[in-house]
């Protein structure tokens, strides 16, 4: 089934720790992406890759990183610069092209909590 | 600057009703329209669309409307049901050739409420 897969569903990080969001997708979608969700503030976009080895800072992008090695995958990892990582994180992949076909997939997300 | 606005956080229908989410923008360049529905603790899906060439799109129960003049868009749900019961984000996306067409920005979503 194609799709695209976040893990972990919960992780719990000390503060002052790094830590890495897993995602994947076979839908073989060039453009993945990453938002934050807190409540009040609808989806927020941290970063987003059109190309592999290429990506671009969406408009929260201080306090994380991410790569984009290959096709299939988006890391994205909250830093200890991140001031408030406690958040619900989505992952999100679409196709691009000329075409208006520019619905995006989501994973089912990763819940984040800073102990 | 909230370029996508959704300026109800809740709302709440009977059951049969219809139920109207209603969606602003200020960014002129946005050409392309969709909404998503969230459940709590998973990722939102995509319901329906509208491209800016049109001022409506049908799909079952669920039709947007755009008003393009007035940078609003809707979302109507006929009849409402029990199960439409989620948080509804309405996004935008602007096609500026290159690589940046397909970037969605979010409103903040509202709640949809449909008692039995």
């Known amino acids: 089934d194609g799709g695209i897969t976040q893990s972990p569903k919960y992780l719990f990080r000390k503060e002052g720790q790094n830590v890495t969001l897993s995602c994947e997708q076979n839908?073989?979608?060039?453009?993945m992406y990453w938002y934050r969700q807190d409540p009040g503030q609808g989806l927020r976009l941290i970063y987003y890759?059109?190309?592999?080895?290429?990506?671009q800072k969406g408009d929260i992008a201080e306090g994380y990183s991410v790569s984009r090695e290959k096709k299939e995958s988006f890391p994205l990892t909250v830093t200890s610069a991140q001031k408030n990582p406690t958040a619900f994180y989505l992952c999100?992949?679409?196709?691009?092209?000329?075409?208006?076909?520019?619905?995006?997939?989501f994973g089912q997300g990763t819940r984040l909590t800073v102990v | 600057d909230q370029q996508v606005k959704q300026n109800s956080p809740s709302l709440s229908v009977q059951e049969g009703r219809i139920s109207i989410l209603n969606c602003d923008y200020t960014n002129s360049m946005f050409d392309y329209f969709l909404w998503y529905k969230k459940y709590p603790a998973e990722g939102p899906t995509f319901l329906i669309s509208?491209?800016?060439?049109?001022d409506k799109n049908e799909d079952g129960r669920f039709t947007v409307f755009l008003n393009k003049s007035a940078k609003h868009l809707s979302l109507h749900i006929v009849p409402s049901q029990p199960g439409d019961s989620a948080v509804y984000f309405c996004a935008a996306s602007a096609y500026a050739g290159g690589t940046s067409y397909g970037k969605l920005t979010f409103g903040q979503g509202t709640i949809l409420t449909v008692h039995p």
């Open positions: 509208i491209s800016s060439i049109k």
């Open positions: 839908l073989n979608h060039d453009a």
């Open positions: 999100a992949s679409s196709s691009t092209g000329g075409s208006l076909d520019t619905e995006a997939f």
């Open positions: 890759s059109q190309i592999v080895n290429d990506f």
